[in-house]
């Protein structure tokens, strides 16, 4: 029989505790010696056995199921030529006590018992904020050489605790991946070498020597739904109870959809991640809600880089009462999107503009439409799968059009993707229907605005873009001013001017009150206006 020692777990036979190899050969009386690990099972091993005479000279070293050094050699007193890493294994059974972080999901209950079930060495905590402070402030109350820490967002069910690095590894920080994570939540820590780096770094990902493992990985729990209508997700998102770090927002369930796993480590590592054009489909954390007041992007971390699907088409709307290009710019609306996906449909002869708008919300089955006004002749290469941003506040979108009068090209006029309850709800308060809600502006041209068929409508259309232009004092506006005021040629281009400048004149005269102003919102005042101030036979 040949001498027994060990270096770091003690067996529950007679051993002698070293510190190291050679120490082992300076105290053995025997020509080899044992050197065991209190982490195997020796039950059935037979410590009589000896090597061939010709691998005498030999260190030979047995494997665990987990490593090609399981933890127990056979060592010639006389010092050995090479090593021998034999196939046969000795079974690693100890499992390191396991430290489990809470992160108050609602399936940490079954995480903590798939754990009760192999060991009761367990230790509870809650997660704060980060891996890094969290491990940091663990560490400092471990005792023993290694740890496990786990967390509650894995599932454990059939995860092998009794896994070692390996010799080369065993100083490392073993960090083993969630699904397809790498960054995950399951840390194997050789305590000693942690406690002296961790303090010295911000970040976890910063640490010196980090293995990360992707075989075996462990499986996080599925993301819960939030079902959520068409429109903006905010407030969903404000009005949702987060007990879960992660929940997945969509309106429309994808079959098949593959959910990325977050990065849980940090803040800045935590986004939100949208999967769908539009972000009705997206991934929000719990750390988001907190920051979020007007829409998403308060939320400084957001991850586009998943984007795959489409989001639903949006309905198309064409609104017409009697003018003199409709029925030309509706046929051409309809040859340029007979191949698209989106339903197209007319709104005709609703006698008002806020009425008007309303109808076409009320034809809309989708929660924004694009509105396509009759003397819009739209271009045929508009990207019909455009889609609002569902992260920001429900509100209007603006495209440009092309003004063949002033030759400028910007929102008078043109396409607008209205927001349908939004639309629903405006009384027009103010001077502009669209602009009286949020609203933003996508400069892309959506088409041609023909506009100006006669010199009532030339003078009319310039009359009332002049009036909000001048009671909205911007750089930008008092250019397009000038052009509105300089531009035009013919007798129509001649009206558009007469119009602009009119406008001009009735603003200073009425000193910008806004109920004056307001006055222009209705057709038949301006007619009147134009009436009064034009007799037949100056306009004839």
């Known amino acids: 029989m040949f ?4 270096i770091n777990n003690k067996p529950n036979f007679d051993a002698v505790k070293v510190s190291n190899v050679d120490e082992a050969r300076e105290l053995s009386r025997t020509r080899y010696l044992w050197i065991v690990d209190g982490a195997n099972n020796y039950l059935n091993f037979d410590f009589s056995w000896e090597p061939v005479p010709w691998e005498a000279t030999q260190r030979h070293i047995f494997k665990s199921q987990h490593q090609d050094n399981g933890g127990t050699e056979l060592i010639p007193k006389q010092g050995y030529v090479d090593t021998n890493y034999r196939d046969d294994f000795v079974e690693r059974t100890h499992i390191e006590d396991i430290v489990f972080l809470d992160f108050g999901n609602t399936e940490k209950d079954y995480s903590y018992n798939e754990i009760i079930k192999v060991t009761d060495n367990i230790t509870h905590t809650r997660f704060i904020s980060s891996y890094h402070g969290t491990l940091s402030r663990i560490i400092k109350k471990i005792d023993s050489e290694y740890v496990w820490v786990v967390s509650s967002i ?6 092998d605790f009794t896994w070692h690095p390996s010799e080369w590894t065993d100083k490392m920080l073993h960090v083993f991946a969630s699904n397809e994570q790498k960054f995950g939540d399951t840390f194997y820590i050789h305590v000693p070498t942690f406690r002296e780096q961790v303090d ?9 020597t980090i293995n990360f493992i992707s ?7 599925g993301i819960q739904d939030v ?9 969903a998102i404000k009005d949702h109870e987060f007990k879960n770090p992660v929940y997945y927002f969509t309106n429309k369930p994808y079959i098949g959809q593959v959910k990325p796993t977050i990065n849980m480590w940090r803040e800045k590592t935590r986004t939100v991640v949208p999967l769908s054009e539009g972000g009705n489909t997206t991934l929000v954390t719990r750390d988001a809600k907190n920051h979020i007041k007007t829409q998403v992007y308060d939320y400084p971390h957001i991850d586009k880089t998943y984007i795959k699907h489409h989001d639903d088409p949006l309905d198309i709307v064409f609104i017409s009462n009697g003018e003199s290009n409709a029925e030309e710019n509706w046929n051409h609306l309809k040859t340029i999107t007979k191949d698209v996906p989106n339903r197209l449909v007319r709104v005709d002869g609703v006698k008002g503009r806020v009425k008007a708008y309303q109808e076409a919300a009320k034809s809309s089955h ?8 009759a003397k819009l002749e739209v271009d045929k290469d508009f990207d019909w799968n455009w889609q609002p941003d569902r992260l920001q506040q429900n509100k209007h979108y603006i495209f440009h059009a092309k003004n063949p009068i002033t030759e400028l090209e910007y929102g008078h006029m043109a396409m607008i993707a209205y927001n349908k309850n939004l639309v629903l709800c405006n009384t027009a308060p103010g001077l502009d229907f669209t602009l009286d809600q949020e609203h ?27 009036l909000k232009l001048k009671d909205s004092n911007t750089i930008e506006n008092e250019y397009r001013l000038e052009k509105w005021l300089s531009k035009g040629e013919g007798e129509i281009g001649i009206w558009s001017k007469r119009g602009a400048e009119d406008a001009v004149e009735y603003y200073d005269s009425v ?3 806004f109920e004056e102003l307001k006055l222009s919102y209705d057709w038949e005042w301006l007619d009147n206006y134009f009436k009064k101030k034009y007799d037949k036979v100056h306009v004839q």
């Open 3 to 6: 001498d027994i020692f060990y």
């Open 154 to 159: 894995c599932s454990y069910d059939g995860f």
């Open 200 to 208: 010295k770094i911000e970040l976890l990902e910063w640490y010196d």
């Open 215 to 221: 075989n075996p990985y462990v499986c996080r729990w």
């Open 227 to 235: 079902e959520v209508d068409d429109n903006s997700i905010v407030n």
């Open 366 to 373: 989708t929660a924004w439409f694009f509105a396509c006004f």
């Open 440 to 466: 933003e502006v996508v400069p892309v041209l959506s088409g041609t605005a023909y506009y100006a068929d006669s010199v009532e409508v030339a003078w009319r259309s310039a009359f009332r873009e002049v």
């Open 511 to 513: 000193n910008g009150k």
